[in-house]
């Protein structure tokens, strides 16, 4: 989700996979053929090739196809590493070819699903402004839900396996309701499970997120977009944890009272952790410790930096991009991502047309640019998808909603890149992060309590109770000064 900023215009910042089996099984009668070596591959070159054709630019048919797609009309193995054929392949856009054809197997070993895990998405946001979380609201209807990037059958479309739903609420609540405005949005993300059971399973680990691939159904999870919505108190983190909170972004943007947001980067807001406080550092602890996994999207530099450095898991980037390509501040910088590829952290690519392009236009091939330049500078285990669907107000021609994961994964094998790094960049880079700070989790450690000291608070809405072992201090001044001329006349001798 970002929201806009005087100089930064945009609003707020998404399967099941149809695995088709091996390569290489003989099929009677075709003498060999499929066990060929340089088949596939050259078909996946050229099927590859048609999708990134049809997704980039322009919707009209491809006409100067580097292969035959006659080659398709042959009889295909029934368990084609590639893509089932179909002679009617070239009339279909890529979604749906892969669709018709049940794609290149692009998920886990054991499941069938190409669309990928756990990527971050607003959806929830867009439920809170639409319809003030009115899941009954036939307008609100998930199975057709009009004028946003995500519903059921775009999920579907898009073989999306798993999201992040985003439990956001705008920096304008921070020192206010932020807290209860954060509970109502994961209480409606819990109310999604409910409604359509046969669609979302609500999870909050990794084991969660392959049983709902195996049973075919969206896992889902939270993750809360903002450090303000803890209200800087380590308590409230460990509670919302127990509702189910996996991920916190540290800040959104804004600055909290212990960690940097981006806007410090371009001067339009004041460091005022310089990075990470020495509370901001209880929470990184904290949120090792139960098992949150941080996200450093909206961040400022330094506090990247800070936090990287002292993580004991690795941490992700929930949607941005890479700031090489695109120089926006929102963006991670080389020198972040050579920590990100030694903390064996994570950056999950914004499709923001702001983000990918610098410019209010975009498209597909740009975004796997960024792709491509996290993969070379952090190596291919650092690359995932973030998104930001529903959480933004422009989007790249050829990714126009959920549905269109397919078509980016398409771009990537026509760039060479391996079936295991895009299955990566899909799902399993997120698991292994997911997995790591699963792992890196104790909860037989006693719980952070040193609360945040009471002058890094603004104290216009707040108590102050707790902070002082004398109760009679928290009174106001007027009734001190009553309380004190009450206790001098009954000291006067009458």
């Known amino acids: 989700m970002d929201t806009q900023t005087p100089e930064h215009t945009g609003s707020r910042d998404g399967g099941q996979d149809r695995r088709i089996g091996a390569a290489g099984e003989r099929v009677p009668g075709e003498r060999g053929m499929w066990t060929s070596w340089w ?3 050259l078909v996946a070159v050229c099927t590859a090739d048609q999708f990134r054709d049809t997704a980039a630019y322009t919707q009209e048919p491809h006409v100067n196809q580097p292969c035959s797609w006659r080659l398709f009309q042959l009889q295909a193995p029934p368990t084609s590493t590639i893509l089932k054929p179909s002679r009617h392949l070239p009339s279909l856009s890529p979604s749906e070819r892969l669709q018709e054809g049940r794609p290149v197997h692009l998920g886990l070993s054991s499941v069938t699903w190409p669309g990928g895990a756990a990527r971050h998405n607003d959806l929830p946001w867009q439920l809170l402004k639409l319809f003030n979380n009115q899941l009954q609201d036939p307008r609100a209807n998930l199975t057709s839900l009009a004028h946003t990037h995500t519903n059921i059958p775009k999920l579907k479309a898009g073989f999306v396996g798993a999201q992040f739903w985003s439990a956001y609420t705008p920096c304008d609540t921070q020192n206010k309701d932020a807290v209860k405005r954060t509970l109502e949005q994961i209480d409606v993300i819990h109310r999604m499970c409910q409604l ?20 075919g159904k969206v896992a889902s999870l939270v993750g809360v977009e903002g450090g303000h919505s803890i209200d800087s108190s380590l308590g409230v983190l460990r509670a919302l944890y127990h509702l189910g909170m996996r991920y916190l972004t ?11 947001n981006w806007l410090v980067d371009t001067g339009e807001d004041k460091a005022r952790s310089q990075g990470l406080s020495l509370f901001g550092q209880s929470v990184v602890k904290e949120m090792n410790r139960l098992g949150v996994i941080i996200d450093l999207a909206h961040t400022s530099t330094a506090t990247m930096k800070a936090v990287l450095q002292l993580s004991k ?149 707040r108590t102050s109770y707790g902070y002082s072992g004398a109760p009679s201090l928290h009174l106001q001044p007027g009734a001190l000064l009553a309380s004190l001329a009450l206790l001098v006349l009954c000291l006067c001798p009458l």
């Open 313 to 461: 898991a690795p941490v992700v980037f929930s949607h941005s991009s890479a700031y090489s390509v695109c120089q926006h501040r929102r963006n991670v910088p080389d020198d972040v991502l050579q920590l990100v590829k030694r903390t064996g952290s994570l950056v999950m690519v914004n499709f923001y047309n702001d983000y990918v392009s610098c410019r209010a236009e975009a498209n597909l091939s740009q975004v796997a640019d960024h792709l491509d330049h996290i993969k070379k500078v952090a190596g291919a285990g650092a690359v995932g998808l973030g998104g930001d669907y529903d959480g933004v107000s422009r989007l790249p021609s050829g990714l126009k909603d959920v549905s269109k994961y397919p078509d980016l994964a398409a771009e990537l094998l026509r760039r060479q890149w391996t079936e295991a790094e895009v299955k990566g960049a899909l799902a399993n880079n997120l698991l292994r992060v997911f997995e790591a700070v699963e792992q890196a989790s104790s909860h037989t450690q006693p719980p952070g309590e040193e609360p945040i000291p009471l002058d890094q608070l603004e104290a216009s809405c």
């Open 196 to 215: 359509y059971p046969e669609t979302f399973l609500c999870v909050t680990d990794s084991t969660g997120i392959r049983q709902a691939f195996r049973e």
């Open 250 to 260: 540290l800040t959104h943007s804004c600055n909290t009272p212990w960690a940097d």
């Open 39 to 41: 088949f596939w591959p």
